[in-house]
């Protein structure tokens, strides 16, 4: 085959919205089909858990302006869940019972909501966040609550708990873990978020479990912990991870990996012909890391699915980019680029963690291979070539030297 004619793309979250705009910018003049299951137009996810969740926007930050799809002749399909792919064939087919043939296809099917396997998930006020819908659901009910009982001390369950404070809701998180977001920072740099929250009036039950929701038909009344304690709620959230989607992918025979990915090369290509998957789904072999990494935030959707267009059009480009994210919690707002592991990397500090104003860089070998902004945001093109780079950096001239000439 000369060169596609028809690409099809499974996901209108960014990834596939980002890989069809960029199929566009590149001169693909074929069609590109784009399959979505929600009734909305592709949207960012990060504005969910911060702004629409505070109340400083009631809509996302949309992917692309409402009538871009149509003025570049990209046939965007909203309320179209794809249910198989036909392979051999090279063919979608949607709930609809709609075909949709492809020269190459491109699955961003992102991930949904994990949830406890425990008695009373299903109770009214149990909440889930991975939609717009959910967020503005979710903001009403906060402003209904009293008492709000967060499971799960990551990134989406402290955001959301910054933003219930700020509705003036009682606040409870709960998690397995001695300190949020712990597997990420690690104890010491945690230990900043966990002193934020409580500062805030967040109340923690760290290494405590779920062992059921209580309440009945009128809503849910408590959260039982696993050591008999039950908490008093009128409104839970559930935050405790997202799960891929790779469902469509498994019943067409492609490989998932071990951590529950799509596994897929450097270019995001699996091993069945002409088929590549990007964002939360793919589980790439990273050729900086040197090892199979799969990253969930939005930056890595938008930029595989802008990479993978290339790719798409008969390039063979490895992505790599470093993984990317930001929070904003209270008067706190930090980066995050790389990939570290807390348990055995070095954690060198440049400033104070008790102000809050600081840079974390993790070294594993000498190498950066991630650092973490807090409040400091003059040096970010610096962290972003010492990260990408893995630059071999003494910790003495990551707390004192110019970072830019390090750099």
């Given amino acids: ?20 705009a960029s199929l566009r910018e590149r001169g ?19 504005p969910l858990s911060k702004a629409v969740l505070l109340g400083d926007a009631d809509e996302p930050d949309w992917a692309h302006e409402d009538g871009f799809y149509r003025e570049h002749d990209i046939d965007l399909r909203l309320g179209t869940t794809a249910t198989r792919i036909e392979l051999g064939s090279r063919t979608v087919i949607d709930g609809h019972g709609g075909e949709h043939p492809f020269d190459r296809l491109l699955l961003a099917t992102g991930s949904h909501p994990r949830t406890l396997p425990v008695p009373g998930t299903d109770l009214p006020g149990i909440h889930t966040l991975r939609t717009i819908d959910d967020s503005l659901a979710l903001r009403a009910a906060f402003g209904k609550a009293r008492q709000v009982v967060i499971v799960g001390a990551g990134w989406i369950g402290t955001e959301a708990a910054a933003a219930a404070r700020r509705h003036g809701v009682d606040v409870t998180v709960v998690d397995l873990i001695s300190a949020p977001l712990l597997s990420v920072l690690g104890s010491e740099v945690a230990a900043v978020f966990r002193d934020l929250h409580s500062e805030h009036g967040v109340r923690w039950r760290l290494g405590s479990g779920v062992a059921e929701f209580t309440g009945g038909p009128e809503g849910v009344r408590g959260v039982r912990l696993t050591d008999g304690t039950e908490l008093p709620a009128d409104l839970v959230l559930m935050a405790v991870g997202a799960a891929p989607r790779v469902d469509l992918a498994r019943l067409a025979g492609l490989e998932v990996s071990d951590d529950g990915g799509i596994s897929v090369d450097a270019t995001l290509r699996t091993a069945a012909p002409d088929v590549y998957a ?14 199979r990494v799969r990253v969930e935030h939005w930056s890595n959707a938008k930029d595989q699915g802008t990479h993978v267009a290339g790719n798409l059009l008969g390039a063979q480009e490895p992505y790599l980019a470093s993984p990317f994210f930001f929070s904003d919690q209270y008067d706190l707002g930090c980066e995050y ?17 008790r102000s809050r104003e600081f840079i974390a860089f993790w ?30 950096v003494s910790p003495d001239e990551l707390k004192h030297a110019s970072l830019a000439g390090l750099a």
């Fill in 337 to 353: 680029r790389g990939l570290a592991n807390p348990d055995t990397d070095e954690l060198v500090v440049r400033g104070d963690l």
């Fill in 28 to 46: 693909f003049t074929g069609d590109v089909v784009v399959l979505g299951a929600e009734s909305h137009r592709p949207y960012e996810l990060p």
């Fill in 363 to 392: 070294l594993a070998d000498g190498a950066v291979r991630a650092a973490m902004n807090v409040n400091v945001w003059d040096d970010t093109a610096a962290l972003k070539s010492l990260v990408d780079n893995q630059k071999r």
């Fill in 278 to 291: 990007a964002g939360d789904i793919a589980s790439q072999f990273h050729p900086r890391l040197d090892r």
């Fill in 1 to 20: 085959m000369a060169g596609p004619q028809r690409i099809v793309i499974v996901g209108a979250g960014l990834g596939g919205a980002s890989a069809a």
